[in-house]
């Protein structure tokens, strides 16, 4: 059933998900892919110890969400306990977001990303040009 925010893979160029990413998802030519769904896709691509912006995320899928929009599905997937790495994301200066929702969430972010090697600095933010990931171009 399509729904408000679907479209079909026959679309992908226009919703910015990319054919091995589509290949993931779909399992017929007229699998329909939500905006959350391509955002879980994009993230758990993110490779161990790398981070993206809710803003890169949000253009990879053609801004068929906003930053705010990424924040919400992550959210959402937090919750669900997808295996989505949600912990992968963080703000354009490289901070931690979550917080906003709960202190217990930062706290876990952080830890997460500790785990796989990511180094805070002392004001709570990582180094973008460090641990920031750009996919491929055979990816996007």
Not at 101 to 113: H, I, K
Not at 118 to 139: K, S
Request: charged content about 25%; aromatic content about 8%.
């Amino acid at each position: 059933m399509v729904g408000e925010g679907c479209v079909t893979v026959s679309l992908r160029k226009s919703i910015g998900v990319s054919e091995p990413v589509m290949k993931q998802l779909r399992s017929s030519p007229e699998h329909i892919i939500s905006p959350f769904e391509a955002v879980y896709a994009w993230v758990r691509y993110i490779p161990h110890g790398r981070v993206m912006s809710y803003g890169q995320i949000a253009r990879l899928i053609g801004e068929r969400l906003s930053a705010q929009g990424v924040g919400w599905a992550l959210r959402a997937c937090i919750r669900q306990e997808q295996s989505v790495p949600w912990h992968r994301v963080v703000n354009a200066r490289g901070g931690i977001s979550t917080g906003k929702l709960s202190p217990y969430l930062a706290d876990e972010q952080r830890a997460r990303l500790e785990s796989e090697g990511v180094v805070f600095r002392t004001d709570g933010t990582l180094d973008l040009t460090v641990y920031g990931w750009r996919p491929p171009e055979r990816l996007r």
